[in-house]
């Protein structure tokens, strides 16, 4: 049997179909559809993982407006265990905008919203640190890393070793964001990773 956590970064994506060209300044320009998705590193694997018929429990935060309740019944209506996703009062979600131009990479403009509050809370702890049972594969994936402020300290590399202790086995997939010592906020964190994913650039 393998249980999966999956924890991290939670988006409501708003994208536009392909346009022709970036909008001059105060033009308005017309697309086909524009669309609102949930996405986010820990929800993006959280699915995936459902549809390969892997028992998977989300643990992220979201906001308390509209966005959020987006955000909480997509992942209600999946067959996700959602007991762990929080919400974080007077916050957003983690938003973005996907600007899709024809024959040209995406652009994203984007907010970090109620992940900045995002930690490993007594509940999701107890769960991580709980007696292994016998025959049980489990795996903790951490996405979004590098947008998760809240996790860049030593706590977070003691619960990653207290996890692998455990039994988990610790995944991690950092995001780039903004220009920051990354190499020095992951290595108190690296000895405790069985796996991580970075893409080309990072």
Not at 85 to 91: M, V
Not at 99 to 118: L, M, S, Y
Not at 174 to 179: F, N, R, S, W
């Given at each position: 049997m393998t249980t999966c956590i999956c924890s991290g970064i939670l988006f409501a994506d708003v994208a536009c179909h392909p346009i022709s060209r970036i909008p001059k300044a105060g033009e308005?320009?017309?697309t086909e559809k524009i669309e609102l998705n949930l996405g986010g590193c820990a929800a993006n694997v959280a699915f995936d993982l459902v549809r390969l018929g892997v028992p998977v429990t989300l643990a992220g935060?979201?906001?308390d407006d509209a966005l959020s309740d987006f955000i909480?019944?997509?992942v209600s209506e999946s067959g996700l265990n959602s007991d762990y996703?929080?919400?974080?009062?007077?916050?957003c979600p983690g938003t973005a905008i996907h600007?899709?131009?024809?024959?040209?990479?995406?652009?994203?403009?984007?907010?970090?919203?109620?992940?900045?509050?995002?930690?490993f809370d007594e509940k999701l702890v107890?769960?991580?640190?709980?007696?292994?049972?016998?025959a049980e594969r489990k795996i903790l994936y951490l996405g979004g890393f590098f947008m998760l402020q809240k996790l860049e300290n030593e706590q977070t590399a003691?619960?990653?070793?207290q996890a692998q202790e455990a039994g988990w086995i610790v995944v991690l997939d950092?995001?780039?964001?903004?220009?920051r010592p990354y190499w020095e906020i992951l290595k108190p964190v690296l000895p405790y990773v069985d796996f991580i994913l970075p893409n080309e650039h990072e």
């Open positions: 308005l320009l017309k935060k979201v906001g909480v019944r997509s996703i929080e919400r974080s009062l007077g916050h600007i899709n131009v024809r024959n040209e990479d995406r652009r994203f403009i984007c907010t970090t919203g109620a992940n900045d509050d995002f930690v107890r769960l991580i640190t709980a007696k292994p049972q016998i003691q619960l990653l070793r950092v995001v780039l964001y903004g220009e």
